[in-house]
């Protein structure tokens, strides 16, 4: 491991801000930490409007003064939402 990135929670976290992707796969729950995970679990079963909903609000949030912690979780959110939307307008797919 590099010295520049310290841990592997920094390093994840730098992959992710500067790729701009996610390392949480939302249908699987693959390389998702426990918090992504749970926010997984409230929109399992969900119709696609209120997944969309959910995008849209946190997509007004742009722009807002807030901490860099709490943009990091919102860009976050809106990624695995994006997922979730994806996977429901396939055919045949359970989230």
Avoid at 49 to 71: F, P
Wanted: proline fraction near 2%; aromatic fraction near 6%.
């Amino acid at each position: 491991m590099c010295e520049e990135l310290g841990d592997i929670e920094t390093m994840i976290a730098y992959v992710e801000d500067s790729g701009s992707t996610i390392l949480c796969l939302a249908t699987t729950g693959a390389g998702c930490n426990p918090r992504e995970k749970s926010y997984i679990d409230k929109f399992k079963g969900d119709h696609v409007r209120d997944i969309t909903a959910q995008y849209d609000r946190l997509e007004k949030m742009k722009g807002q003064s807030m901490k860099a912690d709490l943009i990091s979780w919102i860009i976050k959110r809106k990624k695995i939402l994006k997922q979730l939307i994806a996977a429901s307008e396939q055919p045949n797919n359970e989230l």
